[in-house]
């Protein structure tokens, strides 16, 4: 099952230590609570499944009962949480979110490449760099607007 850590004071991210479910190999991450797009809670038989979705991971953590299910989400919720350790093996699984590529009519999806994030972050070429201009006409410079208050 999952092991939480608890931090007296709310927590900015949490550390992750689980097993990576494309590598099959024990993996760690840093999720920061920002980053963070849906909590969902998934009921089996034996165990119950709270998923953390970002936009890079998903992770799953089984717990036992429903009862230390509300008290986990307290503590995500409070942002108490400092580290998701799997007690037994596996119990917890870290998956990459995948990166889908190809045109808009045949969409083909592949796993992320391990240790490169899904979004590759490309810097704008700081001379080619736009200006911003105001989207309100009042608040534009006088020289980007045509004249229309002179009349010939």
């Known amino acids: 099952m999952t092991r939480l850590t608890i931090a007296e ?29 849906k909590v969902h809670v998934l009921p089996d038989e034996q165990r119950f499944t709270v998923q953390v979705i970002t936009p890079d991971l998903e992770v799953e953590m089984d717990f036992p009962d429903a009862d230390s299910v509300r008290e986990a989400l307290d503590h995500f919720v409070a942002k108490k949480v400092s580290a998701v350790n799997a007690e037994a093996p596996g119990s917890v699984r870290i998956t990459p979110i995948e990166i889908v590529s190809g045109d ?3 969409q ?8 490169i994030p899904g979004d590759v972050l490309i810097a704008p070429d700081p001379e080619s760099t736009l200006e911003a201009i105001p989207a309100r006409a009042d608040e534009r410079p006088r020289e ?6 002179t009349h010939k």
Not at 27 to 36: N, S, W
Not at 108 to 115: K, L, R, W
Not at 144 to 149: F, K
């Open 104 to 106: 808009a009519e045949e």
């Open 9 to 37: 004071a709310s927590e900015e991210e949490f550390s992750v230590y689980g097993r990576n479910a494309f590598t099959e190999a024990d993996d760690e991450g840093l999720i920061f609570y920002d980053d963070v797009t």
């Open 108 to 115: 083909v999806v592949e796993p992320a490449p391990m240790g």
């Open 144 to 149: 980007n607007l045509p004249d229309t208050q």
